[in-house]
């Protein structure tokens, strides 16, 4: 991708457009979010409503969002803007959009960082001494200490924004070999996991599906997150589909970003869980087993810390190729709304965004009026509960009402539009926002 409106960049491949939104939808999410939260919500219930929603909702609403990014070829908030003939509520929505996933970036370059000092850590061997009784109190110790959060944070903003900066392609490269090995690495250290600790307890945990269990905490957080893990719900994938040529089926790449994404969150339980239910080990703080199992766990293996230090830096690349995707949204804003260089709206941005991220990295512990305001938890509570499956909504009734049929059409293979097209169609007119609001209206008490 680069430079101006007229010449708008373009993904050098199709291969290179999916490589960027599976980067864009693996993340932190998967492998340090989805892992706790399912955790906290009892398991089997939620996981079954999580692909309930990622089926019915996010598969048809990624779609939608490439579509109408395609189509109109611009920012999120210019897609909204022209479609609409300069509606000022959906200009609103567009602007709300970006807002969102600023704000979702400013917590999670925070989370980015700790893989970072994780991945130092084990480099040079210093989790040798780490067990599972002292892991949560490193952990604790460690995001609690102000100057090591501000300076993760700092490096993490400053690698986005250079890459933003320098332009994508190089992390189209990267990401293209570093996700594979992410995958069979994740998918190796949970065959270890089963095969050190057993794999029943983890699977009936996974598998059990007693709603009795569930909460309309967890439908809205389960909906949640599906928006959250396939990126969806801001537009993000209305700018990465701007930047893709006509011609190449964005089924097929939905369908990708879908069962990749789907596939290593399910496996990045699979490496927890077993350590969690074999040892018994007592989980105080639910957000940091990605950091308190598995680092202690690796001790145990030959080569351990090796294997520590690459699995972490994956997980840092995998959070850096999220990141992008939540920071270019902003920059193209800037680049087409205001005509501002994209080099310099880059650092608007990045410099914007690193402020707002101080309050969630001095909140886990270091300052105590930041720590007194847990921002870090409410924005994510807020964005991904709130925000995404609103703003996901709306998307689809955009795309479902606003965009003609013959629009929409021209953006589909011939096959497709036969056999996909009037049930994709039917779908995000009526069934994924209907369910949306059902849940939202569920979570609000109305029924
Ligand atoms: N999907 C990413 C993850 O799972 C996070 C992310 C990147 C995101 N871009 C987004 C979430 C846009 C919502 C909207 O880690």
């Known amino acids: 991708m680069n430079d101006s409106n007229q010449n708008r960049g373009q993904w050098s491949s199709s291969v290179g457009f999916i490589i960027a939104c599976v980067g864009s939808a693996v993340g932190l999410g998967n492998i340090w979010k989805f892992p706790y939260i399912t955790y906290e919500n009892g398991g089997g219930a939620f996981f079954i409503i999580y692909l309930i929603a990622i089926t019915l909702v996010g598969f048809p609403i990624i779609i939608s969002e490439m579509v109408l990014g395609r189509h109109a070829k611009l920012n999120t908030y210019g897609t909204f803007k022209e479609l609409s003939n300069n509606n000022w509520f959906w200009k609103l929505v567009g602007l709300l959009c970006i807002f969102s996933a600023v704000t979702i970036l400013s917590f999670y370059s925070v989370v980015a960082g700790w893989t970072l000092d ?3 850590n084990s480099l040079v061997g210093n989790f040798q001494s780490l067990t599972f009784e002292n892991a949560g109190p490193r952990f604790g110790e460690f995001v609690g200490n102000g100057e090591k959060q501000v300076l993760y944070h700092t490096i993490f903003m400053f690698l986005t924004a250079f890459i933003i900066y320098r332009g994508t392609k190089g992390i189209e490269k990267a990401v293209k070999i570093l996700m594979p090995v992410l995958g069979i690495l994740v998918f190796l250290i949970a065959c270890i996991s089963f095969y050190t600790y057993g794999a029943s307890d983890t699977i009936s945990f996974m598998f059990n599906f007693d709603f009795s269990k569930i909460t309309s905490h967890g439908v809205l957080e389960a909906v949640g997150h599906a928006f959250f893990t396939l990126s969806l719900g801001l537009g993000v994938m209305i700018v990465y589909g701007s930047y893709l ?11 990708w970003i879908t069962i990749m994404d789907t596939l290593i969150a399910t496996f990045s339980c699979f490496m927890m869980y077993p350590i969690i239910f074999g040892t018994q080990m007592e989980v105080k703080e639910s957000a940091a ?23 972490y830096l994956l997980v840092a690349f995998a959070a850096l190729s999220s990141t992008i995707s939540l920071l270019e949204p902003l920059v193209s804003f800037i680049d ?24 969630s990295a001095l909140g886990n512990g270091a300052s105590e009026f930041f720590t007194s305001l847990a921002l870090m938890d409410k924005l994510d509570y807020f964005t991904s509960n709130w925000s995404l499956p609103v703003g996901g909504m709306l998307i689809s009734l955009f795309a479902g009402f606003f965009v003609s049929e013959k629009a929409k059409r021209d953006e589909f293979t011939e096959t497709e539009n036969k056999v996909f097209f009037k049930a994709w169609n039917f779908t995000i007119r009526f ?4 369910l949306v609001l059902l849940v939202i209206l569920y979570k609000i008490g109305v029924f």
Not at 245 to 255: C, E, Q, W, Y
Not at 346 to 351: E, L, P, Q, S
Not at 431 to 434: D, Q, Y
């Open 118 to 120: 994780y991945f130092f």
């Open 245 to 255: 040529p006509k011609g190449f089926s964005l089924v097929r790449a939905g369908i």
């Open 289 to 311: 087993i990605l950091f308190t199992t598995l680092s202690v766990q690796f001790n145990a293996l030959p080569m351990g810390n090796v294997i520590a230090a690459l699995f």
């Open 336 to 359: 087409e709304t205001y005509k501002i260089n994209r080099k310099i709206g880059t650092i608007i941005g990045a410099v914007g965004v690193w402020i707002m991220g101080i309050a």
């Open 431 to 434: 069934i994924s926002p209907l």
